[in-house]
C-alpha cells in the first residue's frame, strides 16, 4: 500500500484503531463507578469488587503478547477485527449477568477481546507511520487512551443513575461495531503470507504464570495468608511456568516474546517504567470512584465529574507532548518531567482521608493526569523506535503487556490492601455505617502511597534511558547496543531473511573472496589480505553492519 500522504488521510486510517481503543479502554473503567451499585444488587463482596476490574484487565495482559505475536505473522487488520468480535460477544453477556460469578466469568471474554485490541492498536499504528510520525499521531492516541480510563467512570456514573448499570456493558456494542465499520473503510494493511510455527507451548506458559502471579497478589491476604502452603503453591507454580517459557522461547523459530528484545536497554528500561504508569493509570481510575462514592457519599455520577481534573491533565499533556515530539524528534525530556509529576501527584493522593478538600483533591488528580500524560505513550513510542519493523508487533505489545501487568497487579494489590483495612460484607452506600465510610476515606490514602513507591521505579528507569533521536521512515537504520559495541541495521531492500523474519547475511566472506584470487600472484594476494586486515582493524570493537528487509507494502 502506499503511505497516506497527508495529514487528514492518516486521521481517516487511524479513526478506526482509536474508536476501538477508546471502547476496549471505556469496557475496564466504566464499571468503576458503578461496581458499589452492581455488588448491591448482587450481593457482592470486597473481594469480587475487585475481582470485576481484575479478571478482565488478567484475561487482557496475558493474552497480550499472543496477540502481538500474531500479528507479526498474520493479517493486522482482520486479528484487530476479531477481536473487537470477540470483546462485542464478552460484552453482551456481561450485560446479562445474574450473578457475580457469571459477571466475573464474562469479563474474563470482555478481557480477551481488549488485550487483542489494545495490543494490535499499537501494532497497526507503528506499521502506518514512522517513529517520527508516530510522535506527531501518539498524542491523539494517549488522549483517546486517557479519555477512555478516565472517562469511564463519569459515564458509567451517568449510566448507573439512568438507564441503569447493565447499559455499562451495553454502551460498548454500538461503538465497537462502529469501530468495526471504520476500520473497513480507511484501514488498509499490506498481507504478508508466511508459512509459520506459532509457539503455542511459549504462549502456554507465559499465560499460565502470569495468571498465577496476578491470582496469588490477588488472593494473598484475604483467602489465606501470605506466607502460607497455599502461596507457596502459587509462586512455585508462577516460576516453574516463566522459567520453563525463558528456555522455550530461546529455542523457538518464532518466540511470541524474542528474547533478542532485551538486550536493547532503551526497550527493557522503557518497558520497566510502563509497569507503575499502569499501576497509577487503572489505580486511580478504579478506587477513586469507590472513595468518592463510600467515603464522601456522592452519587455515580457526581463521583465522575470530580475525576475530571485527572482527563483534562493526562488529554492536554499527551496532545501537546505529541505535537512538541513530532517537532524536534526528542522525547526524553517529556518522560523525566512527567515521572516526576506521576509520583508527586501519587504522594499527595496518599496524604487524603474521609475529609479532605475536594480542590486539593483535584490539584492531586491533575498531577497524576499530567504524568500518565507524558508517560504512557512515549513509552511505547521509545520502544518502537528502537526495534525494526520485523520486531515490531512483538515488541509493542509487550509494551502493553507490561503496563497492563502493572495496572492489574496494582489493582490486585491495592484491593487487597483495601479490603485488609476495611472489612465489610455489602458495598451498599445506604446500609454503611459512618464509621465504615471514614475508614474507606482514610484507607485511600495508603493505596496511593504504595503506588507512589511503584512509581519512583518509572523515574529511576525514564533517567537511566538513552535518547535516541526519532527516525523519519521505518526504512532509516535503528542502532541497539550488541556487546561492547553498537549494531547498525540498515533496512535495503530484498534482504535476505530467516523463517523467523532475521537477518541472514549471504554475502560472500572476506575470505572465500580471497581464495578467488589463487591464480594471481602470491604478492597481489598478500596486498589485499593486507588491506583487508586494515580495513577489518578500524572498525570499531563489536560493531557490524546488517541488513534487515523492510515489508513491501511500507515501502
Given at each position: 500500500m502506499n503511505r497516506p500522504s497527508s495529514h487528514r488521510e492518516i486521521l481517516e486510517a487511524l479513526s478506526g484503531i482509536w474508536v476501538a481503543l477508546l471502547v476496549a479502554i471505556l469496557s475496564s473503567t466504566i464499571v468503576s463507578n458503578a461496581l458499589p451499585t452492581i455488588l448491591a444488587e448482587l450481593k457482592g463482596t470486597q473481594t469480587q469488587y475487585t475481582w470485576v476490574i481484575t479478571s478482565m484487565l488478567?484475561?487482557?495482559t496475558a493474552s497480550t503478547p499472543l496477540w502481538g505475536k500474531l500479528a507479526d505473522l498474520f493479517d493486522k487488520k482482520k486479528l484487530l477485527q476479531a477481536a473487537i468480535v470477540i470483546f462485542v460477544v464478552g460484552s453482551v453477556l456481561s450485560g446479562f449477568s445474574q450473578n457475580m460469578e457469571q459477571l466475573i466469568s464474562f469479563r474474563v471474554l470482555q478481557g480477551l477481546g481488549m488485550g487483542g485490541v489494545q495490543a494490535l492498536g499499537q501494532v497497526v499504528v507503528g506499521a502506518l507511520l514512522s517513529p517520527r510520525e508516530r510522535g506527531r499521531y501518539s498524542g491523539y492516541t494517549g488522549m483517546v487512551i486517557s479519555a477512555g480510563t478516565v472517562g469511564g467512570p463519569l459515564v458509567g456514573g451517568f449510566l448507573v443513575d439512568w438507564p441503569?448499570?447493565?447499559?455499562?456493558?451495553?454502551?460498548?456494542?454500538?461503538?465497537?461495531?462502529?469501530?468495526?465499520?471504520?476500520?473497513?473503510?480507511t484501514l488498509h494493511l499490506p498481507v504478508k503470507k508466511q508459512h509459520v510455527k506459532i509457539d503455542y507451548l511459549g504462549a502456554t506458559l507465559i499465560t499460565g504464570g502470569v495468571s498465577l502471579v496476578l491470582m496469588w497478589v490477588s488472593f494473598a491476604g484475604k483467602d489465606f495468608a501470605w506466607i502460607s502452603a497455599e502461596s507457596a503453591l502459587f509462586v512455585a507454580g508462577a516460576v516453574l511456568a516463566i522459567v520453563g517459557a525463558y528456555f522455550v522461547e530461546r529455542r523457538a523459530s518464532s518466540p511470541v516474546i524474542p528474547l533478542h528484545l532485551f538486550k536493547n536497554r532503551t526497550v527493557v528500561l522503557a518497558m520497566l517504567g510502563g509497569v507503575a504508569v499502569g499501576t497509577a493509570m487503572f489505580?486511580?481510575?478504579?478506587?477513586?470512584?469507590?472513595?468518592?462514592?463510600?467515603?464522601?457519599?456522592f452519587s455515580p455520577t457526581k463521583a465522575g465529574l470530580l475525576t475530571v481534573p485527572l482527563v483534562l491533565g493526562l488529554s492536554?499533556?499527551?496532545?501537546?507532548?505529541?505535537?512538541?515530539?513530532a517537532k524536534s524528534g526528542r522525547w526524553k525530556s517529556y518522560l523525566v518531567w512527567g515521572s516526576f509529576s506521576l509520583v508527586a501527584g501519587l504522594a499527595l493522593l496518599g496524604t487524603i482521608d474521609h475529609r479532605t478538600n475536594l480542590v486539593l483533591m483535584g490539584g492531586y488528580l491533575a498531577l497524576v493526569g499530567v504524568g500518565v500524560g507524558l508517560t504512557m505513550q512515549n513509552l511505547v513510542l521509545a520502544v518502537q523506535n528502537g526495534v525494526g519493523m520485523a520486531d515490531l508487533g512483538a515488541a509493542s505489545s509487550t509494551a502493553t503487556f507490561l503496563r497492563s501487568l502493572g495496572g492489574t497487579a496494582g489493582v490486585s494489590v491495592l484491593g487487597a490492601v483495601l479490603a485488609a483495612s476495611v472489612s465489610t460484607k455489602t458495598l451498599d452506600r445506604g446500609s454503611l455505617s459512618p464509621v465504615v465510610r471514614d475508614s474507606y476515606g482514610d484507607a485511600m490514602g495508603e493505596l496511593f502511597l504504595i503506588a507512589a513507591g511503584l512509581a519512583v521505579f518509572t523515574v529511576i528507569a525514564v533517567l537511566l534511558i538513552k535518547e535516541q533521536p526519532l527516525r523519519d521512515s521505518?526504512?532509516?537504520?535503528?542502532?541497539?547496543?550488541?556487546?561492547s559495541g553498537a549494531q547498525t541495521v540498515a533496512t535495503e531492500l530484498d534482504s535476505p531473511v530467516d523463517t523467523d523474519q532475521r537477518i541472514v547475511d549471504k554475502s560472500v566472506p572476506a575470505v572465500d573472496k580471497l581464495l578467488v584470487l589463487s591464480s594471481d600472484?602470491?604478492?597481489?594476494v598478500a596486498a589485499r589480505?593486507?588491506?583487508?586486515?586494515s580495513t577489518q582493524n578500524s572498525l570499531p570493537s563489536g560493531s557490524r553492519r546488517v541488513t534487515q528487509p523492510v515489508p513491501s507494502g511500507l515501502r
Open positions: 488478567l484475561a487482557s441503569g448499570w447493565r447499559w455499562c456493558f451495553f454502551v460498548c456494542v454500538p461503538l465497537a461495531l462502529v469501530a468495526l465499520a471504520v476500520l473497513h473503510k489505580g486511580a481510575s478504579v478506587f477513586m470512584g469507590q472513595y468518592f462514592q463510600i467515603a464522601r457519599g492536554i499533556s499527551s496532545t501537546v507532548s505529541g505535537q512538541l515530539i521505518v526504512e532509516d537504520e535503528i542502532v541497539t547496543p550488541t556487546g600472484s602470491d604478492q597481489e589480505s593486507a588491506a583487508l586486515r
